[in-house]
């Protein structure tokens, strides 16, 4: 069994920290620096890989946290409405990030008048190592994990942060492992791509990464114990995931079909 971690850790003249936070950081960085790679390998300016990390990472923030607040502020935040501001507690969406740090870059590069395809495709890239690290951060905030299991890599997770309905057991599946193998997998394939060099066209890289990504991202949420619930009984997640799946397959599937509508140039 995966044990109980320790949530926080101390730095000499830094004090306090969380592992959370710090993975997070650690994350947005190695897919920032791989988004730069990949930015500069197809002719875009690297120099803009800075001013947009600025730009994108408090949207994706922000965007995280709203989204959260949104769908669950009568089960988590009404009665004490104080905890939305304690974000290192916990509690950010991944598909509000994504929203939130996609319209900041679509502003940024409107107004920059940078090439917003190729940057997506470039931070496409960067997402799935992002998250290969990142995801560990619900490991050590025991959140985001799966159904009760008996498997021998169950995760153990204290009393305190069980659902009501599990309070009796322990032992559950460790879904931000799952999550975690599963955009290593992505980047991996991903990586392998962009290095063959196989014919990708401007945008193409965002869609399949985004569409991969949903595929593991669909079947992760079917087993979580704390989903986000909306309507009669369906998980959020699992609706917003297997429409980015289609949505991605579609539309890659489309830009190769015979006479299709619109063409785009290829990257690389």
Not at 76 to 90: C, H, K, S, Y
């Amino acid at each position: 069994m995966i044990p109980e971690p320790y949530s926080e850790f101390i730095v000499p003249a830094w004090g306090l920290l969380r592992w959370w936070s710090v993975l997070l950081v650690v994350g947005v960085l190695a897919g920032a620096r791989v988004a730069r790679w990949q930015a500069g390998r197809t002719g875009l300016d690297p120099r803009q890989a800075l001013p947009l990390l600025v730009v994108t990472v408090p949207a994706g923030i922000l965007g995280a946290r709203i989204y959260y607040l949104v769908f669950e502020w009568e089960r988590r935040f009404a009665d004490e409405p104080g905890l939305a501001w304690q974000i290192w507690e916990g509690g950010v969406a991944l598909h509000g990030a994504l929203l939130g740090g996609l319209l900041g870059m679509a502003v940024y590069a409107r107004l920059a008048r940078l090439d917003l395809l190729g940057w997506l495709d470039a931070a496409a890239l960067g997402f799935p190592l992002s998250l290969v690290i990142a995801r560990w951060g619900d490991y050590f905030n025991q959140q985001s994990f799966g159904a009760p299991t008996d498997l021998s890599w169950a995760l153990s997770v204290d009393e305190q942060f069980r659902p009501l309905l599990y309070l009796e057991q322990n032992g559950f599946h460790p879904t931000f492992l799952y999550e975690s193998l599963w955009t290593l997998v992505v980047f991996l394939g991903a990586l392998a791509l962009v290095r063959r060099g196989s014919g990708l066209r401007s945008g193409d890289l965002a869609l399949g990464v985004l569409a991969a990504y949903s595929v593991g991202r669909f079947w992760i949420e079917s087993i979580r114990a704390d989903p986000i619930i909306v309507g009669e009984g369906l998980r959020l997640a699992m609706i917003v995931s297997a429409g980015i799946a289609t949505f991605g397959i579609g539309a890659l599937v489309l830009r190769r079909w015979p006479g299709r509508m619109f063409h785009v140039k290829h990257s690389g």
